[in-house]
């Protein structure tokens, strides 16, 4: 199939033929899940076969590893392993941590009015 319409302009019923779509008859996710040690993702979460693993997403360095990671070297932000696999080094890079300069924890509390949450337990006024 090819395009023929932008996605502002296009007619009620028409689905985006440029991009890949999960191969489950109907579903209009995006693709995720395929075969272990294969890069092709054939089906979302929802319709992917027991077997299968996410080959899109980033997975744990550690060899056979399939977990996200977290963990990272302090002042980087790309998370290389997995908690299991993390070294005595690494800290958590993908949650946020506690505003306090220097406070690896993660945040529980915030100000008045606003739900977002900066400091931990310890650093909260």
Do not use: W
């Not at 090819?2 to 028409?14: D, N, V």
């Amino acid at each position: 199939m090819r395009p023929e319409f932008c996605s502002q302009h296009a007619k009620p019923g028409m689905i985006n033929v440029r991009k890949k779509r999960c191969c489950h008859p109907g579903c209009t996710k995006k693709p995720s899940f395929g075969t272990a040690g294969s890069k092709k993702a054939e089906f979302c979460s929802q319709h992917s076969k027991k077997d299968m693993v996410n080959v899109v997403g980033r997975r744990c360095g550690h060899p056979g590893c399939t977990i996200l990671p977290s963990f990272g070297k302090d002042g980087t932000k790309k998370p290389e392993l997995c908690s299991q696999h993390a070294k005595q080094d690494m800290i958590n890079v993908h949650s946020k941590r506690c505003g306090h300069p220097g406070c690896t924890k993660r945040p529980s509390f915030g100000t008045s009015g606003s739900k977002k949450a900066e400091f931990c337990s310890q650093h909260a006024k």
